[in-house]
Structure formats: structure tokens, C-alpha cells
């Protein structure tokens, strides 16, 4: 199961052939993805509570984590960046990565580069459900993790609902998603890419979503759509999903475009109107918004900073996505006084008798009774 990845010499091999030296990959990981994964990082804090002590939580990084990479239809090398660089800023010591090999036995070049660039020692040539309980539950030869991360097929996200318990999750992310909210200044060319860019991943079960108030900007895109499909090297795997799993709605007004885009709770959800950042606040249920024609979903793929490891198939309307809090442990902490305890006595008797829990007050009582000398 277990392939070492390879020595110094066949990384810089590597990064060649990905065309990525050290310092694009710095600037990928430390400039961009780790400065937003540094800026969410929570912090502990602690308030007074008036009477002397104090209240408070602190955070504290999880031990050892897994991460599942796909890589059959498409070896996803930016799912390493967007899930280990939050690890890594969390301060968690031990991530071990699963993904699947490619026919030759071998694991894509770009997926090694990028786990190598993040300090990932630990790399299992194995996917699909196996991998999730291999991650979960450990084997003689890995010890299992405390949490799963990371974005899967079908079968994957039904093993990752079978070992939550065991195991914390991310969160239960299936096939890729995207909804676009446009009205007529939109570019029709452009709204026609971004849509394709997420029917390609391959499984057949993505879903693109055009929600506007304009029907020639909705003809044009449908027109740019099948010329651009015939460029598209992976063409087949995007006829799949455009011939049942596109979607375009001609509304009345964009007010009814952005209820509609609300309930569909898309995973990446771009506002394509003249003024983009207006419709932001009426954002409600999604899992990553982009704003205007220059924040393509592909830059939220990428190098935008958020994660792109995000709720999909409607629970965006309960979930959020990957962040470095999802990497912590939230550790609450409570420093009473005496006159905390003096003033939270009544409070406490009067609960403690409502539940029938008198051991519960015995033991806030117990601080103030006198001892007896035996």
C-alpha cells in the first residue's frame, strides 16, 4: 500500500514537468492559500466573568489527520494544497494522503510534487472505500486518523457517512457543482466556460446550473456551450453532464434568480451582473460565492485562498467548507471564584432540582461546607 515518494532529484524532475518551480509553489501555498488559512485560524480567547475568574476556550491542533485525493479520472493536485496547507497552518504533525494509482501502478507526478512541497511522508496508493476505512479504522501497517478530509466519488462519500463516529469528517462533499446568477451584461462566452469548467471532472454526476433574467444572454450561452464543448479535450466526460446535468432558468427578475440559486445551495456559486457585489448580502445558502467576471471558479479551485473542499448536493444549506478551525479541537475552559460560585449557587439548586440531579448540587455545596475533624 504504502509508496515512498521519490528522492530530491525526481521531485525537481517532477516540478519540471508540471511546470512548477520552488517558488510557484511557495507563492501557491504560503502567499495566497496560507495567508487566508492563517487569517481564519481562530484564536484563544478568555473574557472575566465579574466576579474574579474567568471563562474562555482555547484551540488545540488534532494529532493525525487523512486526506483523500482523487486521482482516477483526474489526479486533483490542487485537493493537496487545499486540504494539507490547512493542516499544516492548524500545526497538525501527522497527515498520511490516500489516493488512487494510475493503470501502471504509479501515482500521478503533480499529486506527489504537492505533497512532497507540504511535508506528506505518508502516501498510500489505494482509493475508493477502502481507502476511508483504511484511514479510519488503521491497518498493522498505518495507524488510523482522528479525521477524513478531502472530496470523493459516490462510493467514497457513502464509506465517509458509514465511518462518521469513529472518525470526525470534513464534511460529506460528492460530484463537483455550479450555479451562475447572470443578468444581460454578462459575457455569454464566459458564462458558457466557467459552467463547462465543472462538467469535466469526469464522473457524470456534476451539475451546472444558469439561472438569468436575459433570454438572448440564456440562447448565446446554450450557442457557446456546444461550440466550446468540440475544443474540450475531455468533451465525452462533459457531454455527460450537459445533455442531463445542465440546467438553464430564464426568471423574472434577478430578485427570483438569487430565491431560486438559494434553494439549488450551490457548491461554487458565481454572481455574473453590473454590480455583483450588491447581490452578495442576499447570499444565503452556498458554499463558495464569485464575484464579477474576474473570479472564474477555477481561481476558487486554485489559488484563491478558501478552500475548495465544499458542501455539495444541497447541504451547503446546513454545512459550510473546509477551514483551519476543522483541523482543531475547540477546548472550553471555566476559572470560577469563590463569589462566582456564591452567586451561581441559587441557579445551580434550582436546575439540579428540575433534573432530579442532586449529586450535581451536593457537589457545588460541597466548596462551602464546613469539615469535621474525623
Known amino acids: 500500500l504504502q509508496q515512498l515518494v521519490a528522492e530530491d532529484s525526481s521531485i525537481r524532475q517532477v516540478g519540471a514537468i508540471i511546470n512548477m518551480t520552488d517558488d510557484s509553489v511557495t507563492f501557491l501555498t504560503n502567499r495566497i492559500i496560507a495567508r487566508f488559512a492563517e487569517a481564519e485560524k481562530p484564536r484563544s480567547m478568555s473574557f472575566p466573568t465579574g466576579y474574579g475568574g474567568k471563562l474562555g476556550e482555547i484551540f488545540v491542533p488534532l494529532d493525525r489527520v487523512g486526506i483523500y485525493i482523487p486521482g482516477g479520472a483526474a489526479p486533483l493536485a490542487s485537493t493537496v494544497l487545499m486540504t494539507a496547507v490547512f493542516a499544516r497552518v492548524a500545526g497538525v504533525r501527522d497527515i498520511a494522503a490516500c489516493t488512487p494509482c494510475r493503470k501502471d501502478g504509479t501515482v500521478a507526478p503533480p499529486l506527489l510534487y504537492c505533497l512532497r512541497r507540504l511535508g506528506v511522508r505518508e502516501i498510500y496508493r489505494i482509493g475508493g472505500p477502502q481507502a476511508i476505512g483504511m484511514m479510519a479504522y488503521g491497518t498493522r501497517s498505518m495507524k488510523p486518523v482522528q479525521k477524513l478530509v478531502g472530496p470523493g466519488g459516490p462510493y467514497v462519500t457513502a464509506a465517509k457517512r ?105 457548491e461554487h456559486f458565481e454572481i455574473m451582473t453590473e454590480n455583483p457585489r450588491r447581490w452578495l448580502g442576499k447570499v444565503s445558502c452556498a458554499g463558495a460565492v464569485f464575484l464579477g467576471k474576474w473570479s472564474p471558479e477555477a481561481a476558487g479551485d486554485y489559488v484563491a485562498g478558501p478552500s475548495h473542499v465544499l458542501p455539495t448536493g444541497g447541504t451547503a444549506a446546513m454545512f459550510s467548507g473546509l477551514r483551519t478551525s476543522d483541523f482543531m479541537r475547540r477546548i472550553s475552559f471555566v476559572d470560577f471564584s469563590r463569589r462566582d460560585l456564591t452567586v451561581s449557587l441559587r441557579d445551580i439548586e434550582t436546575l439540579s432540582k428540575a433534573e432530579g440531579l442532586d449529586a450535581h448540587l451536593r457537589s457545588a455545596q460541597a466548596r462551602f461546607a464546613k469539615q469535621t475533624e474525623p
Not at 474540450?232 to 466526460?237: C, E, K, Q, S, T
Open 162 to 266: 458509514l465511518v462518521y463516529g469513529h472518525v470526525s469528517l470534513d464534511l460529506v462533499a460528492g460530484p463537483s457543482e455550479i450555479a451562475i446568477l447572470a443578468d444581460d451584461s454578462a459575457d455569454p462566452r464566459l458564462i458558457a466556460a466557467d459552467l463547462l469548467s465543472q462538467c469535466e471532472h469526469g464522473s457524470g454526476e456534476e451539475r451546472a446550473l444558469l439561472v438569468t433574467d436575459s433570454r438572448l444572454l440564456a440562447k448565446a450561452v446554450l450557442r457557446e456551450i456546444l461550440a466550446q464543448t468540440e475544443a474540450l479535450p475531455r468533451r465525452d466526460f462533459v457531454r455527460q453532464v450537459t445533455e442531463s446535468g445542465l440546467v438553464v432558468v430564464l426568471v423574472a427578475d434577478l430578485a427570483a434568480g438569487m430565491r431560486l440559486c438559494n434553494a439549488f445551495a450551490p
